[in-house]
């Protein structure tokens, strides 16, 4: 639920120069070139004191976990670091223009995925942290994420600066597009492997048109079967996932002999069986002809580290029949503080809502359910297919013009999802034809990139000195 509302009206429902004034006036307040400020003020939150807060709530055992991978590196410290940032950019300009937010829009949560027609499309797919707040939020998370991994890649201040330019471009000049667009036309754009070849093909090299190539046979790889022959094994004429502990803990090795597993495993299927109410009806007729047949605690992501995950194994017509279902916690977005509660009645209501209204198209066995735990507290969870023709960049791997390009594809990607909930119109209207916006984006990007690296190196002093516990896995 999106809030575009002026005076107890929808600005969606006014005339298009009505909607472009409206943005054209949010300059007088927001500067474009005032994007590029951030500096952080003497109350600035402690950022391991976020950290901590985060982790109260999660899985004890696996915290070490989340905060060995967070030290790896300042990118791997910035994609566990989204409420710090959220906490941030709380204090910047913001032109009052609101959009569905990803929440969390940093470089590798773009990413190939599958349609439910069997296409191969290029999309966002991370929404833990989704809620309606400033587009500039997910934008600028994107531009700093992009200075901190060509940073990790060794790439110079220009060759950085180029990134988030033909990134922040790519965006301003989307937006213009879909602003002359009408509003189905909108509702229908999606970028498939083919649109993205035929728009970003030639601003590759002929090495970085062969990687993609690559790509797209990896991400086609990379399905139900794939990781059925991965993380299954067969015991005593049982279909079982195998263990590989602690990322993968089968519930048989959590919970020995304490007679609560058989208490987790009824909750697990109570939320499986439940959770069909938020999916489609032909859908849910679908996975109603799958059993339960196994499932296991996983450890997900970086900054995801110490929710709870499950992983669910269902077999169909036999058992070589698989669908692979994870069910992952929701808890309030880190938005949530500084661009208000949700609209929704639970948190992976939020997640689904947030996932169905950016994506083009989405996993047709997204949904979401709340259920109590053997601790007698009720958590909320969404629903998805655990692999479905997915690949994620190696933003290691990127040379400056593949980043660049691929940047510029993000930004794309991002003005998409943006225009399908926010007035893009407006949006448009205020962004402007020139590069104002672009240049300010440099500039936040890089001082943002250094705020991170500060912030980064904080954590691993903590580590150091035993003041946080640290594991790795």
Known sequence: MTENHLDGHDVRHRAPKERAALGKAARATAPRSSHAEFTPGPKRPDPLKIIEKQSATRLPGLVPIRYSRMSESPFRFYRGAAAIMASDLANTPTTGLRTQLCGDAHMLNFRLLASPERR????????????????????????????????????????RARIVRA?????????RSFAGLG???????????GWVRD????????????????????????????????????????RLIAPDPPLITRLDDLLP?????????????????????????????????????????????????????????????????????????????????????????????????????????????????????????RRDFYVRQLRDWKWVAVAEDMVPRGMRTFGALCGATLARAHARSGDRIAIAAYLGGGDSFDRALVTFA????????????????????????????
């Open 120 to 159: 191969l499309m290029f999309d966002i797919n991370d929404f833990d942290e989704t809620l309606p707040g400033p587009w500039e939020w997910d934008v600028k998370r994107l531009a700093a994420s992009l200075v901190i991994a060509g940073r990790a890649n060794g790439f110079s201040t220009k060759e």
């Open 167 to 175: 990134t922040v471009r790519s965006y301003r000049e989307s937006m």
């Open 183 to 193: 509003n189905l036309a909108v509702w229908y754009a999606q970028f498939d492997v």
């Open 199 to 238: 728009r970003f093909g030639a601003d590759l090299s002929a090495r970085g048109r062969e990687r993609w190539a690559q790509a797209v046979t990896k991400a086609l790889s990379h399905d139900t079967l794939q990781v059925f022959d991965k993380l299954t094994h067969v015991v005593d004429g049982r």
């Open 257 to 377: 002999g304490e007679g609560r597993g058989g208490d987790v495993e009824k909750g697990i299927r109570r939320l499986i069986e439940r959770y069909g109410q938020s999916i489609q009806s032909d859908r849910r007729y679908l996975l109603e002809q799958y059993r339960v047949a196994d499932m296991a605690r996983k450890v997900v992501g970086v900054g995801s580290v110490g929710t709870r995950c499950w992983i669910v194994l269902l077999l169909g017509k036999d058992d070589e029949d698989p669908l692979f279902l994870q069910a992952k916690e929701a808890d309030e977005s880190v938005l949530a503080p500084f661009a208000g509660v949700s609209a929704y009645r639970t948190q992976g209501e939020r997640v689904v809502a947030g996932q169905r209204l950016m994506q083009a198209t989405s996993d047709i066995f997204l949904g979401w359910e709340r259920v109590e735990g053997i601790d007698g507290r």
């Open 446 to 473: 890089e001082q943002y990139a250094d705020q991170n690296e500060r912030d980064h190196e904080a954590l691993v002093t903590a580590v150091k000195e035993g003041r946080l516990p640290a594991e790795e896995a």
